[in-house]
Structure formats: structure tokens, C-alpha cells
């Protein structure tokens, strides 16, 4: 029986003839399958009385683990200390790890001081989610001296989620920010600038946590004609200079999208075989590294008909190994600079009304896969269709907001950004790109209203005399 039809038969009314009359409660378990056993727990809500103790208590033996757990998570509704020998027993020695989890959050939600030494004993288990719900039921009493020695000693625990628990509560938010400038503001002389310029020597003239959002799409290793490198490690070496100093530059617990694909790099003839580099794949640690949180990964996909084809030999052969798929999809990994504090903190950074306006009110995507067609430009050769901007903008910035990309290309993402009523800042180094951006945001003007969006563009060391102002 699905849940829909479950549903129809053990409505609210029935729920609560159950739960209100231990026999009645107790025969209907007994002559249930374990998808109807498991609806029916599900839906207990609140237990006032103790009718429903025998029939849970019952169940406590029974083969499915999902019973149990959802057994013994109704067994805490009823708050009775005298159901803690019960929980111990199950948390120490039931087989299955949720069940052991629930009975630890069970002897925690008892909320006795009885429960101290109990729990502490638990702080020592080999299995993270366990030690969790202990330190969870502890926090309650966090305020005695002996708890926060108890907890102290979980700091160097080798799990990382454990660490980061007991460091935020006993040291409270580890972040200091490095910048005087309020969360929802940027610097002016930065706002709508597009600067000309390598990227790298450029940041060195961006004050710290200046920037709202970054998305961005780096150059191809080798790939495209714009840039070229000795050898991989010394593009991914330059691609990590580049995103330490994004991080830098970037506000507290904002966000930075990266898109990018493996590349291929052809052969250079039929004795040797053309290398795919698995470019997110290898920039990922590097960015956990210096500080990003990996929040994401949302897949861009585009028609097949838009990408090269690579199914002509095994389409004839059909020989296995020789299996080439076409790569329609390219990667954007969703990165948050790592802090203690919430996304709410972020969000209650903006007044009422700013959020209000920046909310995203028409329909959006609801899944990481994203279907967007690509696009084609006469002067550039890999530019973001401005829909892949509008919905990164959308999704994870406010008006006003600051957003960049450190190689602007064709500058997409201030098109985007003029649009949807935020400020950009981009760098790009080759001229003709600078031009044809030129074109674009200057043109516009009957979409954009440039008496109040002025762009700026200007050279390295127009930049640097701005940057001297502040
Ligand atoms: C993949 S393209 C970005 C295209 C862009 N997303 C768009 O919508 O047009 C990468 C760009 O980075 C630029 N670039 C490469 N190295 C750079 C550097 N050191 N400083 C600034 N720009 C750079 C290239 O000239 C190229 O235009």
C-alpha cells in the first residue's frame, strides 16, 4: 500500500483512537505489515498520556531497524526517567547505528541531571552520529563547569563536524572580519568597473571582503586560444593564486561558482592519444583548502547537437574501449567562504526592504541540473549564455550587491548584473574582449538606465589612483 492510500486509511481521527487506547493500539500493531507499522509511528505527534508505552516498548524487539528507531523516538515523547535504563540498553547495544543514535537523542531529550554521566560515557563512542547526540544532550547543561571540561576534551575529536561543534559553542564565532565596510555595501570606485588588466595584478588593489559574489569560468588549460601554459601544474598553480585571492576579497560567508569541465587537449597525431584533464575535479581541493566550503554542484546541460562529436568511430566499430561520449554537460561547483555563522546571519545583513526586492519571485529551478542552451559570439569563443548569469545572480545575491568576474571574457555577468539591479566588477586582460565588451554594456542604454549605472572602464593604473582615494 503506498503512503497516499496509507494516508486515507489511518487519518488523523484513527491516529488518535489509537494512541488514546493501549489494547486498541496494541492488537492493531500486532496485525500490521511493517510499511503500515512504520506510517503509523510516523504519525503518532504528540503522546500526552501513557497509553501508547506497552505497544512501543513492544516493538523494541522487532527485526525491522526502522520500527525500533521509530519505537524508541516515540518512547522520548513520553519524557519518563524510568524509560532511561531502556534507552541505554538499545544505545549501547542495538546493532543498527540509528537505532543507536535515537536512543542517545532519547536520553538526551530526558533533560535530567541524572542523565550526565550517562551521556558522557557516550562522548567516547567510536561512532561520530552517537558522540553527536551526546554532545547534543550535554549542551543543555552546558553552563556547569564540569560539562565544559567534559567537552573541552572532544577538540582535537578526529572527526571534523565534532571539532567544529565544540569549537563554535565553548570559543563562540572563530571568523574576525578584516573590514570596517558594513556587510551590504562594496566600494564605490569599484562598482560597474570593468579594469583591463591581468587579474592578478589587479586584486592586489581590492580591499579585503569587498565582493558579494563571484561566478566565473577561468580559461580552458590549453584548450582555447587565450591561453596557454607550460604544463597543468603550472595552471592549476595559477588558477589557486587567483582563488586565494578571490577569498581574500570576498565578504564573509558569501559565495563563489566556478564553471568549468575537463578539458581535452588533442593528439598531436594517430601514434599518440589525445589527455583529458579533470580541471574540477583537481581544483576542488585546492579551494577546500584555502578556506571554501564546497556548498554545491549543479550541472549546466546543453543540447547534444550543440557539442562536438565524438561518437563517429564507435558508432561504426562498436568495439568496447573505444566508447566516446559526448560531453554535453559542464560543471558549476557552489563554494561558500567558510565561517561559523549561518546563511541567515548573511541574509539578516540586508534591511527588510532590500530583501524584499531581491526576492526571487517567478519560477525557478528546482533541481541541480540545469538545461540552458549555449551561446555563440562572434568575437569570443566560450561566453556564459547571460540565462547561466541571471540565475546565479538571482539565487545568490542581493540588490546592490557587488558581484565579479575575474575573467570577464565577453563580460556576461555585468550584462546580467546591470540587469538585475546589482553592481559588477570584472577583469579581463585581452583588448579585443575589452572592446567587445565595450560594445555591449555601453550600447544598451535603453535597457539599462545609465544616467544611474554608469560603467567605468579603465587601465591598471587608473585603478590603482582610485583605490589610493579610499
Ligand atoms: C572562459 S573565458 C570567460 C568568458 C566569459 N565567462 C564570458 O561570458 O565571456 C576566460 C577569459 O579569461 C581571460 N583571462 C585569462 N587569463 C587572464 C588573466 N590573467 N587576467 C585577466 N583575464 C584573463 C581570457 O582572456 C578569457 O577572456
Redesign the pocket.
Known sequence: MNRATLGKKIDKKTIDELKNDTNVLLSFLENQNDGTIIYTLEKLGKLDNDNSRNPLLNLLENPNEKIRSLSIKNLAKIGDIKLLDIFVKHASKDESTDVRRESVSAIGRLRKPEIIPTLCNFLKDNDPKVVMQAIRGLLVFSSKKEIKDELKKLINHPNEVIQEVISKELNGSKYSSKSSQKHDESPIYMQNTVVG??????MKYVPNESIHLTF?????YNA?D??IYQSYEEYLN?LEE?FKEVHRITKEGRFFIL?TSPVIVPRISRAHSSKRYPIPYDIHPLLIKMGWEFIDDIVWVKPEASVKNRNGGFLQHRKPLGYKPNAITECLMVYRKKTDKLIDWNMKQYSWEKVKNSKVEEKYETTNVWQIDP?F?KV?????PIEL?DRVIKYYSFINDLVF?????????GKSALKLKRNFFL????DK?ID?MKQDLLKNSDLFDLQKQQVNFVDLNTFISLSNTI
Open positions: 588588466a591581468d587579474v592578478q595584478e589587479t566565473t569560468s577561468p580559461p580552458y582555447r587565450y591561453s595559477f587567483v564553471n551561446t559570439d569570443h569563443s566560450a561566453v556564459f548569469c568576474d575575474p575573467f570577464a571574457g565577453s563580460g556576461t555577468l577583469t579581463e586582460k585581452e574582449y567587445r
